[in-house]
DNA sequence: ATATAAATCGACACAGGTGTCGAAAAGGAG
DNA sequence: CTCCTTTTCGACACCTGTGTCGATTTATAT
């Protein structure tokens, strides 16, 4: 592969996105791919043998990018607490354009292909957020929790609430209910 | 409509939600549902015109029945904490078996052909949490919470953890902790 | 029992997707 | 520049789904 192959293909994938967000999994064919490439169906399967293989690099290539998030704010000594906050407030930005989330159609990749990869990028994202909240209490931020426990907490309304909005609007008032709740059981009573 | 025809329309809404359960909504097609009913594509097509005809008579049958659920043990004037409770229970025990489950299916179809049915079960949803509330607020177990505000953190909170045990298996600790949570809300600090 | 209406079947034409392949065009090393 | 490699194209055969329709079977009222 050279320079030009490797170019056009980070560039489907780069398209392909906004194509996964809009339509799911499943709904999303070649041709669709095709219209935001402007290559043909032929052009695209010398880079990738269907849309699995397609969404998989996508997955792949938006994890890698994730991976150094938390990673360069601690490094930095930032507060723990703000980068908890701030990673809320840009999860109530993001579904503020449910347009722009793969949720749905990871859950269909999941249901339809392969269920590991839900699992995957949960322990992914399970991984980051013990080491914010381990941070956190090393700098006596946080109180000593289970971090077990409240990285599963954290997790699942994090991901629920991305996923329920994409199909309803959601009140700034969930946002705060909740980050308040995670907020009571690292630091203690806010009120 | 004759006796026969509104019995297999019945018997066939009912052999479906294995089936949507299972594969979700746009991978539910008119020959599987030939295998589980032992029914034509031809015979199946008089009684509905298409695959979502068919997901929105599930729908609808579904939500007719959770209708009486609560106004049921309401009028029996049981505990509205324990009415609550009972619900979060039999969430865990349903997310058990998430097979069981129309959620994906049910994000597909309003992805794909009607956002409005999640509002629409979405608010539907909220007027039993509300009566709930409202009622454990008569009698006293409740203090005087945001009744929206409430309904909203448990709404979120119930369809966020559903969703996403269909694809990552939860532990118990993750009910009781959202459990707690909202009780705390409810009726004060209960450590 | 029989006439009438309803329900069911199976074949049909069609639409839209897939993956493949040889030919053509574009890229890149010397 | 030019030759070889890589990328891209567009046509091909195929598959799987759809929705329709006349013919046939099955219910049901009288």
Known sequence: MTAKGERTR?????????????KGFKQV???????????SRGGLYSHFSSTSQLFEALL??????SETDIQEATGKGASALSILVESFASLEEETGHPEDSLSIAMLEYAQT??????????????????????YGIKRGEFKAVDVDEIVNLILYSYQG?????????????????ITENIKRQ???ETR
């Not at 980070?10 to 809009?22: G, N, P, T």
């Not at 792949?60 to 990018?65: I, L, P, V, Y």
């Open 113 to 134: 292909v392969d269920a590991h990869v839900m699992e995957q990028l949960n322990r992914i994202g399970a991984e980051k957020w013990k080491k914010l909240i381990r």
């Open 161 to 177: 609430v991305r996923m329920w909005s994409m199909v309803s609007p959601m009140k700034p008032e969930v946002y705060h209910s």
């Open 186 to 188: 690292l630091i203690g």
């Open 60 to 65: 792949e290539k938006m994890t890698e990018r």
């Open 10 to 22: 980070e560039s489907i994938i780069d398209a392909s996105y906004a194509l996964f967000a809009k």
């Open 29 to 39: 064919t070649m041709k669709d791919v095709c219209d935001v490439t402007n290559m």
